[in-house]
């Protein structure tokens, strides 16, 4: 009996394909995770301008007080503890 010629093709096809595809599987998903990695690492730097540019604000309106040293210390130590958690996740994902 003999195999049809389509079939002896296919068969053919997937044995050539065999260590390409997982390959290509491999390629494709770290290609996605690294899309999805990426689109994550740009909404953290979004939202550290964000903050970066909410607490310069109210720096510069420290100096329109009696107290400037004090108040950009304040300023400055209220930016440090809202960007610590930003910063952390985005080191974790450029470490990615």
Do not use: Y
Not at 30 to 44: G, K, M
Not at 71 to 81: M, T, W
């Amino acid at each position: 009996m003999r195999t049809a010629p389509h079939r002896t093709l296919l068969k053919a096809m997937r044995l050539a394909l065999r260590p390409c595809g997982l390959s290509l599987i491999l390629a494709c998903a770290n290609a996605w995770a690294s899309s999805e990695v990426q689109a994550q690492l740009e909404q953290a730097r979004a939202e550290r301008t964000r903050i970066e540019d909410h607490f310069d604000g109210l720096d510069r309106q420290c100096h329109q007080k009696l107290n400037v040293n004090d108040c950009r210390r304040e300023v400055q130590l209220a930016r440090s503890e809202a960007l610590r958690p930003i910063l952390v996740r985005q080191r974790e994902l450029e470490a990615a």
